[in-house]
């Protein structure tokens, strides 16, 4: 039997569970947001990502339909003084895997480039891939990591119980599969994630997280607050930085925050990519690269005002970031901007050190990778995220040095890695291919990986960094 299913959940979890009506208003939405009809009762985990194949953009065919564009002022402070500081060439679109029947066609290749806004210390890009193109099918499971599921668990619990009243609103901005939202499914409040990526917004739905799959705009904001009232909590996890036009989404913001509600979001910190040289986390998806002082600057041209900011080794270094309606920023705040005048996050001088750097990253790396390949060592990478993509594109690590990569998502297997073209292999395969040196291009799960690959480290496998350290 067919039915036709809505990705967008009809009722809150709470509901569903206790049969009871939450308080306050519903939590229905009306259905022009519904985007996709499926034509299968809710799938399953599984089903949803052999769905996903189906669904992958396809750069090539869309690149004359939908233009990239470039943006001439700052994202933050909306000055026209924007600099470039560090160049990465000309790339393809870092989640955009290629089929094996896709590798010899031309791929869309878009410049990545880095500005610095002189007037306000903003870091970012200014060419814009389409949106369309980037998350309306997405590769990437915030559940593919169980560090980083427990870590947004525990901060959707705790931010619950800091901001949201019995029955109140927690709106997730990117809310992916629904693993932040699910940690708090059974308690009383209403639940809603937005997110654009059609394949992902299905299994959120499957887990019985209700979820637009949508852009967040300030138009959709005040559709949310008319159908559902206000937030008194609204996260926004790795998500800012995605978003071209951040004044709208500030608006959004102001538009459905309760008086007294929070906006909690997460970004990874510009300070950490400077200092650890993290130059492989620059893709077209991020085009903003944030440090407090453009973060009050953006903030506070909206009325909101940065009240907390806390520091997290996730993702390479992340902060953790409290806004409320207001003005300024609180004192706590005010000391991180001293602290980043020291560090010059915003100084050309520091981005033509970091050039410097990267360059010379590069160098070493290639240099090592052929080493190895005269010495006979089998060389393998491990992960496939957008990072990895960025790493082996811009030091033109080809399968020549590096074969074929290992991913867990097995959304992500059977494809390849976009530019460079390295098939994605399962973990099983490990044992068949028996590596000395494996290139551990997912880095930021480090600790989750090793203790996982005991097996393999115990066989003779060495895991090695891009910055060329051996772990552990
Ligand atoms: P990971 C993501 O970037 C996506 P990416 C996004 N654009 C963002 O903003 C940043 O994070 C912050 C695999 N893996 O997390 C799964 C294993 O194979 O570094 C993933 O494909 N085995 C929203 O794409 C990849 O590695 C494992 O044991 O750079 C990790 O991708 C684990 C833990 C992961 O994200």
Known sequence: MTT???????????????????????????????????TTPLPTQALA??????????FSQHQSAIADWERHTCRACLGPDLETVLSLGEQPPANAY?????????EAKYPLDVRLCTSCGMVQLAHVVPPELLFRSYLFFT??????????????????????????????????????????????????????????????????????????????????????????????????????DLDDVCRGIKTILA???????????????????????????????????????????????????????????TIRCVARHGEGMSRGVADWLNDEVELGIGDPLTWETQTRQVAANRRALLARLLELKASGK?????????????LLNYCGITTELLPVVIDSTPAKQGLHVPGTHQPILAPSELERLTPDIILLLAWNHAPEIVAREQALI???????????????
Do not use: W
């Open 259 to 317: 008086p007294n509600g929070a906006f909690v979001f997460e970004v990874p910190y510009l300070g950490d990519l400077v200092a650890k040289l993290e130059y492989d986390t620059i893709y077209h998806e991020h085009l903003s690269y944030f440090a407090i002082k453009p973060l009050v600057t953006l903030l506070n041209r909206h009325g909101l005002r940065l009240e907390r900011i806390e520091r997290f080794e996730v993702h390479g270094g």
């Open 4 to 38: 036709t299913t809505p990705i967008t959940s009809e009722c809150n979890s709470n509901e569903r569970q206790s049969g009871e009506p939450n308080h306050g208003r519903p939590n229905r939405l009306p259905h022009e947001f519904i985007p996709i009809p499926l």
């Open 98 to 106: 290629l089929k094996p029947d896709e590798l010899s066609r031309p």
């Open 49 to 58: 990502e052999r769905y996903l194949h189906e669904v992958r953009a396809d």
């Open 143 to 244: 559940s593919s990591s169980r560090h980083m599921a427990d870590h947004f668990s525990q901060l959707m619990t705790n931010c619950a119980n800091e901001f949201v009243p019995p029955g109140g609103l927690i709106v997730e901005i990117g809310s992916n599969d629904g693993t932040a939202l699910s940690a708090i499914q059974r308690r009383d409040v209403r639940l809603l994630g937005i997110d654009p990526a059609r394949n992902i917004s299905v299994m959120a739905a499957a887990r019985g997280v209700p979820t637009i799959a949508e852009f967040f705009t300030e138009t959709l904001a005040s559709e949310v607050r008319r159908v559902s009232g206000a937030a008194h909590l609204i996260v926004a996890c790795n998500v800012l930085g995605h978003i071209d």
């Open 378 to 390: 089998g060389v393998i990478g491990y992960g496939a995220p957008a990072k990895g993509t960025v």
């Open 458 to 472: 115990a066989r003779g496998g060495r895991f090695l960094t891009p910055r060329l350290e051996f772990l552990p």
